[in-house]
């Protein structure tokens, strides 16, 4: 392989192939569309389809694909060819701006959540000229939104795209009062990804991680994390092959996988790329899993994106570190260095502090799925709680601020807009890892996204709920006489009024939970308690208000995670069903059988059988038990399909299956502990964590 630097985003359509292959007026106008979002018009558009499907096919192309995210949370893809027929019978290649800019994939059955039965049921796709097109695969891929007839989203990216645009005007709003000349502002995200690796022949011997991609049974392995010696530790051969192949495409492909490293998890490995706008990091992010899969797939690995592919060591998830910043290079989240640009800085940071206390409930919603409940709250991610970390420091800052005294180490006396505010070194702030929102220097840290999560749904709602804070605040700001005056009072009483959302201490206590109730904060435990929030009036309002959910979007996407949530745990409750019964319950027969007849034979030769017996007594009795509770399980999933109501079949599936899931997997794991090695009829923890 060449240089890094020289393959570097060979794959992608950017900047500079641009610059190389289109007329100076084509590229100009286009670059003015990704730039600001001016229309295209179809003569442009012809030209850079053109020029895209020459470039594609010197590379190899033969097809094209509108690749677009609808709400399973994967990315879809409908391929076709470049070819056209000739009167001679012969084909050219050709790609018109008609296709480029629009696809009519259909795909109708894709969730819609009720959208598409009220409208028409076609579904159109259209090019997202914000992201770079790409290859993969061989085909020209074209990033695009993916919208019904009336244009409402059926997609992840629409709403984003939205949402996108209401962080950027009002926070222009806001930096006009401040004298600023950015012309843009983008919210930014670098999603730390975080993974599992077992070898694909084990894989393949268990259904419960084909089927639901996590183990439904398991018996711990006799060694866990507790030596934490995984963790950072020397990358093993056959993992590092793999990840340099995985970096090698990603950086292909434009996409800047920066940071790699064991997790704390056995098996457990992480991947951070260098930050991008949030709607090119969650392309990026979507694209990535994808191809981590499919490497793994070359390495003889099964690469599991689940939150919480074994029980009793940490889950996976996907650190969503969030900031914006202007076209002129300024991050708003970063305390600056004169008194002007720190009044900035803390107008911003209590705009975000205010927008995720008013808006817990929905920021929680949009994290929420079956696997990611195994994680929040099991003492190894953020519990289930929002909070917000900022670290001693700011917080004394802050604290300072609000009683109008001196800061604690006397060094300044804060007075917004007329001190600087002393300097907060990053490692100060970042040491609690157990909040799930973190201040982190110049960035905010939302941890609570599982592994598997399209991150285009929190940064949804991060970009609209600050918009919204954001315009509130300027609203106050326009009118006042005195603008440094009304400032001073909006910052101290923002941070006064959310100052319960503040909370620095341990997020794993159990002292936790009691306080935060105290303090008014939502505990919004499982996926079907936290969705409805979703519809709560005030989110209806505000996401309506900035057109980035209509409330009819709104009500889709509770259906359909609501939806997601119950064939997850439907399949889960099968398979555990089909493996007691296949596996697990004929493999203790056989082992009971051999034992029994080996006591058989001992005690005809007159020598002790205590172990045969004590065993044959001891497997028996969690067979009964294990019977017992499958019967129970299997009862109650024929009850639940007599449930209409989505929300009370969530209800359900979580109170009676899931809990009836949980009493079969203690007597089958404990079986486990007890059948000889032989006779397991699939690979163990031990096996798959330790393996490879
Ligand atoms: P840690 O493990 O300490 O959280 P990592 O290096 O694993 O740090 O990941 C940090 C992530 O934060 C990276 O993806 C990085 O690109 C991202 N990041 C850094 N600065 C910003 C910023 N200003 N805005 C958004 N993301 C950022
Ligand atoms: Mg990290």
């Not at 990704?34 to 558009?45: M, Q, T």
């Not at 951070?272 to 070359?298: C, F, S, V, W």
């Not at 970390?389 to 006397?410: M, P, Q, R, S, W």
């Not at 009676?656 to 059948?675: N, Q, S, W, Y």
Request: aromatic share 10%.
């Amino acid at each position: 392989m060449a240089n890094v630097p020289e393959y570097f985003g060979s794959d992608v359509f950017n900047e500079s192939v641009m610059k190389e292959r289109l007329p100076k007026a084509t590229y100009k106008a286009l670059k003015k569309t990704i730039d600001n979002g001016d229309p295209l018009d179809i003569e442009v558009a012809n030209i850079v389809a053109n020029a895209m499907k020459d470039w594609a096919v010197e590379k190899g192309c033969t097809h094209y694909t509108h690749w677009f995210q609808p709400m399973t949370g994967l990315t879809a893809e409908k391929l076709d060819s470049f070819i056209s027929p000739t009167e001679d019978g012969h084909v050219i290649m050709e790609f018109s701006g008609k296709e480029l800019v629009k696809g009519e994939p259909d795909a109708s059955s894709f969730p819609s959540g009720g959208l598409r039965a009220t409208f028409e049921a076609r579904g159109y796709t259209a090019w997202d000229p914000t992201s770079y097109a790409f290859i993969k695969e061989k085909a020209l891929c074209i990033p695009t939104a993916f919208c019904s007839y009336n244009g409402e989203a059926l997609d992840k990216k629409t709403p984003l795209l939205r949402s996108m645009e209401a962080i950027n005007k009002s926070a222009l709003r806001i930096l006009k009062m401040f004298g600023s000349d950015a012309t843009r502002v983008t919210a930014n995200v670098g999603p730390e990804q975080e993974y599992f690796l077992v070898d694909r022949e084990m894989y393949a011997k268990r259904e419960d991680l084909i089927l639901a991609g996590r183990s439904l049974y398991g018996a711990p392995a006799p060694k866990g994390q507790e030596l934490e010696d995984h963790y950072f530790g020397t990358i093993k051969t056959r993992v590092q092959a793999y990840m340099k192949d995985l970096d090698e495409q990603l950086w292909k492909l434009g996409i800047y996988a920066k940071t790699k490293h064991n997790e704390v998890a056995p098996a457990q490995h992480e991947l951070a790329p260098i930050y991008g706008t949030t709607n090119i990091a969650t392309d990026h992010n979507q694209l990535t899993m994808e191809i981590m899969k499919r490497t793994a797939r070359k390495h003889g690995f099964k690469c599991l994106l689940h939150e919480k592919p074994f029980a009793g060591i940490n889950g996976s998830g996907k650190h969503n570190n969030w900031s914006i910043s202007t076209n002129t290079g300024v991050n708003l989240l970063d305390p600056g260095k004169t008194p002007a640009e720190n009044a900035q800085f803390l107008l911003f940071l209590t705009a975000v502090i205010k927008a995720v206390n008013d808006y817990q409930d929905i920021l929680r919603a949009s994290v929420a799925s079956a696997g990611n409940d195994h994680r929040l709250g099991a003492n190894e991610a953020p519990p289930a709680i929002i909070s917000i970390f900022l670290g001693d420091e700011l917080t004394g800052v802050l604290d300072a601020i609000v009683n109008g005294v001196k800061y604690e180490d006397k060094r300044v006396e804060m007075e917004i807009g007329v001190d600087v505010l002393p300097h907060f070194p990053k490692d100060t702030t970042d040491r609690n890892r157990t909040s799930p929102f973190a201040f982190t220097g110049n960035k905010f840290e939302f941890r609570m996204p599982g592994s598997k999560l399209s991150v285009a749904g929190p940064n949804t709602v991060l970009n609209t709920i600050v918009a919204d804070v954001l315009d509130q605040f300027a609203d106050e700001l326009e009118k006042a006489d005195n603008f440094q005056d009304a400032l001073d009072d909006l910052i101290k009483r923002t941070i006064k009024e959310n100052q319960n959302i503040i909370f620095n201490g341990n997020g794993y206590s159990d002292e936790w939970p009691v306080e935060a109730e105290k303090r008014g904060l939502l505990n919004l435990k499982s996926t079907p308690e936290a969705v409805p929030a979703f519809l709560a009036q005030k989110n209806v309002d505000v996401f309506s208000k900035y057109g980035v959910y209509t409330e009819a979007e709104l009500q889709s996407r509770v259906e359909i995670l609501l939806d997601e949530y119950c064939k997850t745990l439907n399949i889960e409750a099968l398979t555990m069903i089909d493996m007691a019964k296949k596996e697990i319950l004929p493999a203790a027969a056989k082992y009971i059988k051999d034992i029994a007849k080996t006591a058989e034979l001992a005690k005809s030769c007159g020598a002790e059988t205590v172990f045969e017996e004590e065993t044959v007594k001891e497997i028996s009795a969690l067979v009964t038990e294990m019977y017992k509770a499958l019967g129970t399980l299997e009862a109650d999933v024929q009850k639940v399909h007599s449930i209409e109501d989505t929300q009370e079949m969530a209800n359900f599936f979580h109170d009676t299956i899931f809990a009836d899931m949980g009493a079969l997997r203690v007597p089958a794991d404990k079986i486990e502990t007890l059948v000889g090695k032989d006779y397991w009829p699939y690979p163990t923890y031990s096996d798959l964590l330790f393996y490879v």
